[in-house]
Structures are given as C-alpha cells and as structure tokens.
Nanobody, 114 residues
Framework: QVQLVESGGGLVQAGGSLRLSCAAS????????MAWFRQAPGKQRELVAT???????NCAPSVKDRFTISRDNAKNTLYLQMNSLKPEDTGVYFC????????WGQGTQVTVSS
C-alpha cells in the first residue's frame, strides 16, 4: 500500500518561487522513477518533470530552465523547486511514478497571480 502526500504549494506572484515536497510511503521509492504532474483548472493532468533512480531528470518544455526535480531516497521524498513562476503554472501538483501509477494523493495547489 503506497501513500503519496504532496505539500508546499501556495499563492505567489509571477516571478516568485515555491518548493514542493512529496512524501512517499510503502513505495520502494529508491528503485522507482518518480515524476511531478499538474492539473490546471479545466484541463487534464500533464507531466511536468521526471527523475530516475540514478538521478537523471527530464522536464517538460514549458518548465525547462525554471523547475528542478530532485529526490532524497533516505527520506522517501520527492521535491520540485519552481522558480520564475508564471500564471500558466497554476494548478494542482501531484507526484507519482509513471510506471503504475500508484493511487493519487490529494495534490498541492499552486496559484500564480499576474
């Protein structure tokens, strides 16, 4: 049984920064590819960034050079550092493994005002 708990969202102005966290329990976390997804109002969930067990990463073109995904395997925790935020980054952010997925957590709301 895997539980995913996202945190760290909030309301920020355009150009601001946030750091999101995802705590994954019961997941064999260190062996899994992990990813951040987001769902904007009225849109489907989309992939934002991916990190592989060895530490390699991929980011969606829309966030490349602004977002950084990282992980702390000892803590079973995934992070997303978001800089230079734009209004179009607004949405609910979720973590999960692309290879499943596990049951989705509640997500954490990110709202970027213009």
């Amino acid at each position: 049984q895997v539980q995913l708990v996202e945190s760290g969202g909030g309301l920020v102005q355009a150009g601001g920064s946030l750091r999101l966290s995802c705590a994954a329990s019961g997941s064999m976390f260190d062996f899994k590819t992990m990813a951040w997804f987001r769902q904007a109002p009225g849109k489907q969930r989309e992939l934002v960034a991916t990190i592989f067990p060895g530490g390699g990463t991929n980011c969606a073109p829309s966030v490349k050079d602004r977002f950084t995904i990282s992980r702390d395997n000892a803590k079973n925790t995934l992070y997303l550092q978001m800089n230079s935020l734009k209004p179009e980054d607004t949405g609910v952010y979720f973590c999960n493994t692309p290879n499943g997925p596990w049951p989705w957590g509640q997500g954490t709301q990110v709202t970027v005002s213009s």
